[in-house]
């Protein structure tokens, strides 16, 4: 029997039943790949940062069964609607696909379960290997349910000494301080939370905080979550913009790595809009390198369509073509590649840094990067406030001090705090930290090429070693360590049964 918080009824549900139980820029991302990109096969890899954490046989097994079930899922027609109503940034066509969509797991995930000794038991250790494979556009949605499924298996299974008592108080005083000391932060924690039914006690704690919050006339503000389902379900606003794969799939696709970053804007602009989805993502390959691109002029249209559809933004009511003509027309950039002709009026145009809000800091020194981008914007003259989301690995201490040295340097901070919420347990007989697992599902590959990620933070570097020192020789990427980049050990090392994982190890 899976932990409980204590209360009368029926168990808590287990595992993945909506599709929109998934992050929003995978959303955002997949109209994208669907407009630009409907052909490219891909594949994405799992790597568990935490190795001295794994799951036993019975936990991958019950992982085997809820991984198959996605194959049931569909978007209702009231999920549909919602997303009408709410993201209107997501195109008629890219909608229409969504409702067709269904997940085929048996076809497009491989996993495999390799034991560490086999000794015939259920307790059996071991790790596990995951790869799914497939069209971009039709396997995108898999990383957050295989995470968060990852995550419940282990503790459903290997990490029983916890039960869910609390943790909405827990949530409610998380947020509470967080208000009070004036923070304006948005829940992102569905990819390593415990389980759905810590993620909807979570979401209780943080909305009676901000109701509080309100009657108190805090500064800080709950700002939304970045789960589309629990967004609906609790009338929340959905958050997010792009995430590195969008610049990742790009990059191994087009096979250059000097100038994706400002393809990937491009086409972002191209199919959302000027100021829609506005926060720019900077470190895949590195935020210095992202900069150069961030400075250039905005482009009068993308080349990536034909005909009208290069100027349209995603909202298929401004179209004059067919809806189910304004994305089988769009050609990927291999075949309509992005005009490098001159630009003889950038200083009349606007740029990239311009017209986004702002950007997001996910890997490397937080101070530093403050600094680097206050220097950037006031290079380029921009005298807007600009906004600096942080989201690597949050708690209360450290959104406080990033908040005051955001707002000295002139920035609008947010926050996007995802572990720190969904899954901060402590053991039940002893009272030390239940550690999260701390796991990654990336790109690996994208039409046939590696795909990989630098980053600000050498921890994070993800994707074949010999691309990512090839991309960074090309580059010219300067190594950066961070006192805080240990992901092996990023909320601490489990120590389950009173004996590290790696103790049985061979």
Known sequence: MAPSDGSQGSEPPEGIFSLLDTDLYKLTMQCAVLKYFPDVDVTYSFTNRTHDMRLSRVAYHWLQRQIMKLGAISVSQEELQYLRSTCSYLNEPYLQYLAALRLNPQKQIRMSFQLLHDNGSDDDLGDVHLEVQGRWADTILYEIPLLALTSEAYFKFRDRDWTHQNQEERAYNKAISLLQHGCIFSEFGSRRRRDYHTHELVLRGLLRASEDGRKQRVKGKLAGTSNVHFAMRYGLAPVGTVAHEWFMGIAAITDDYEGVNETALRYWVGCFGVGVLGI????TFGTPAFLEAFRRPLPDHTTAALGGAAT???????????????????????????SSEPDH???????YAQVFAGVRQDSGDPAGFIKLMREFYDQEGIKDKKTIVFS??????????YMQEAEDAGFQPTFGVGTFLTNDFKNTSSGAKSVPLNIVI????A???????????????????????????????????????????????ADVGGKSDTNNAA
Request: proline share 5%; net charge negative; hydrophobic share 30%.
């Open 280 to 283: 720019a993502l900077t470190d």
């Open 312 to 338: 349209l933004s995603s909202t298929a009511a401004s179209s004059t073509m067919p809806v189910t003509g304004s994305l089988s027309e769009t050609n990927p950039p291999i075949q309509a590649p992005i």
């Open 345 to 351: 009026h950038h200083s009349e145009k606007r740029s």
């Open 392 to 401: 690597d690995s949050l708690n209360i201490e450290l959104c406080v001090e």
């Open 442 to 445: 990336k790109l690996s590959s």
């Open 447 to 493: 039409a046939g090429r590696p795909a990989v990620k630098i980053s600000d933070n050498i921890g994070k570097n993800t994707g074949d070693q010999e691309t990512v020192e090839q991309v960074k020789r090309r580059l010219g990427y300067i190594e950066n360590g961070w006192e805080g980049g240990d992901e092996q050990a990023r909320w601490g090392r």
